[in-house]
């Protein structure tokens, strides 16, 4: 037998335990992540058929709102699902194996969310400090190379994270202390060397999260210089457009940092209080962006006005043309 596989052979499934204070109340715990769960299906995907389904939405940037909006329900129905149903069984068991793979799609997504934030940002400087060059800047092929980047970038780096991960030693307590097999909750039940592990983490959190914040805070602050030089009437549309995006990347990045780095850092915070921070750093801004980029802006709030028109028009004229209208007979007088 190979010397790896009989390492992990030391624990090959483990059980999650999220919320150890609220053990007794974790079917009821189950309904306000239902009810969000259904709410970032329903927002999100309408929010994409929408843009979908008008030409007049196929900019850049509302793909990329798009594209944001479909990381965001991969990433939560990864996780929230077999959460849920956890919570109504006696034990929630996850495989090794089973373990790393969610590992490795939900850092994944949420690192691909990341790129996509910056993304958007490159875009709102390049429209409003560089206008006359955004046709040639922000093209189909840009975008392609962009995505492209996006993927390998994610993909290679938490492959290495998920690999170093598996290498390790896990004889210890079984208990995942979260709801999902976060990085760090399944690292601490490692009873080998985990400073590789460790310092693994750090070095995503300071790819995603350090690089990727600071080249934001660039484009905001040239976005700023340049919104400041700009009449009062397109300087408050560039500040509510900004204002959205930058709404969505504090949501994301501060609950983020705060979850990795209290375990990295040795924070002390409850059990409870963890598992809520990680699950609010995956659903937290899928809940909001259909909220944000749905009523918040302009065009996409307009292109649901529009399409549910065209469909209520649409059903109004199936149900006029199966009436049938009886001839009026007059009676004798």
Same mark, same amino acid.
């Given at each position: 037998m190979d010397p790896l596989q009989d390492r992990n052979l030391s624990h090959s499934s483990f059980v999650f335990l999220g919320f150890p204070e609220l053990s007794r109340h974790l079917r009821l715990l189950a309904l306000p992540f239902s009810l969000s769960y259904g709410w970032v299906l329903l927002g999100n995907l309408l929010l994409v058929h929408v843009v979908r389904s008008l030409p007049s939405l196929h900019s850049p940037m509302h793909l990329l709102i798009s594209a944001l909006c479909l990381v965001d329900v991969l990433a939560v129905s990864a996780i929230i699902p077999r959460m849920l149903v956890g919570f109504f069984s006696e034990q929630d068991h996850i495989s090794l194996a089973g373990c790393l793979l969610q590992m490795f799609v939900a850092h994944?997504?949420?690192?691909?969310?990341?790129?996509?934030?910056?993304?958007?940002?490159?875009?709102?400087?390049?429209?409003?400090?560089?206008?006359?060059?955004?046709?040639?800047?922000?093209?189909?092929?840009?975008?392609?190379?962009?995505?492209?980047?996006?993927?390998l970038r994610s993909c290679s780096i938490m492959l290495a994270l998920v690999a170093l991960a598996g290498s390790l030693t896990f004889c210890g307590s079984s208990v995942i202390l979260h709801c999902y097999c976060d990085h760090m909750a399944l690292v601490s039940l490692a009873c080998g060397d985990t400073?590789?592990?460790?310092?693994?983490?750090?070095?995503?959190?300071?790819?995603?999260?350090?690089?990727?914040?600071?080249?934001?805070?660039?484009?905001?602050?040239?976005?700023?210089?340049?919104?400041?030089?700009?009449?009062?009437?397109?300087?408050?549309?560039?500040?509510? #457009?900004? @204002?959205?995006?930058? *709404?969505?990347?504090?949501?994301?990045? /501060?609950?983020?940092? %705060?979850?990795?780095?209290?375990?990295?850092?040795?924070?002390?915070?409850? #059990?409870? @209080?963890?598992?809520? *921070?990680?699950?609010?750093?995956?659903? /937290?801004?899928?809940? %909001?962006?259909?909220?944000?980029?749905?009523?918040?802006?302009?065009?996409?709030?307009? @292109?649901?006005?529009?399409?549910?028109?065209?469909?209520?028009?649409?059903?109004?004229? %199936?149900?006029?043309?199966?009436?049938?209208?009886?001839?009026?007979?007059?009676?004798? @007088?």
């Amino acid at each position: 037998m190979d010397p790896l596989q009989d390492r992990n052979l030391s624990h090959s499934s483990f059980v999650f335990l999220g919320f150890p204070e609220l053990s007794r109340h974790l079917r009821l715990l189950a309904l306000p992540f239902s009810l969000s769960y259904g709410w970032v299906l329903l927002g999100n995907l309408l929010l994409v058929h929408v843009v979908r389904s008008l030409p007049s939405l196929h900019s850049p940037m509302h793909l990329l709102i798009s594209a944001l909006c479909l990381v965001d329900v991969l990433a939560v129905s990864a996780i929230i699902p077999r959460m849920l149903v956890g919570f109504f069984s006696e034990q929630d068991h996850i495989s090794l194996a089973g373990c790393l793979l969610q590992m490795f799609v939900a850092h994944f997504l949420s690192s691909l969310e990341s790129t996509l934030l910056l993304a958007m940002a490159l875009d709102r400087y390049v429209a409003i400090c560089r206008p006359l060059r955004y046709a040639d800047v922000i093209n189909p092929r840009a975008a392609l190379k962009l995505c492209a980047f996006a993927v390998l970038r994610s993909c290679s780096i938490m492959l290495a994270l998920v690999a170093l991960a598996g290498s390790l030693t896990f004889c210890g307590s079984s208990v995942i202390l979260h709801c999902y097999c976060d990085h760090m909750a399944l690292v601490s039940l490692a009873c080998g060397d985990t400073g590789r592990s460790n310092a693994m983490g750090l070095a995503v959190i300071g790819c995603f999260v350090g690089g990727d914040i600071s080249l934001i805070f660039l484009s905001y602050v040239c976005i700023l210089r340049a919104v400041l030089r700009t009449p009062h009437g397109d300087r408050w549309k560039a500040f509510h #457009t900004c @204002g959205t995006h930058l *709404m969505v990347m504090m949501c994301f990045y /501060l609950v983020g940092s %705060v979850t990795f780095l209290s375990h990295n850092l040795h924070i002390p915070i409850s #059990t409870s @209080g963890n598992t809520f *921070m990680g699950l609010a750093y995956i659903l /937290l801004p899928a809940t %909001v962006n259909p909220v944000i980029y749905g009523v918040r802006t302009k065009e996409i709030r307009n @292109g649901f006005y529009k399409v549910f028109n065209v469909k209520a028009k649409d059903n109004m004229a %199936v149900k006029v043309t199966s009436i049938k209208v009886s001839p009026i007979v007059k009676e004798p @007088g």
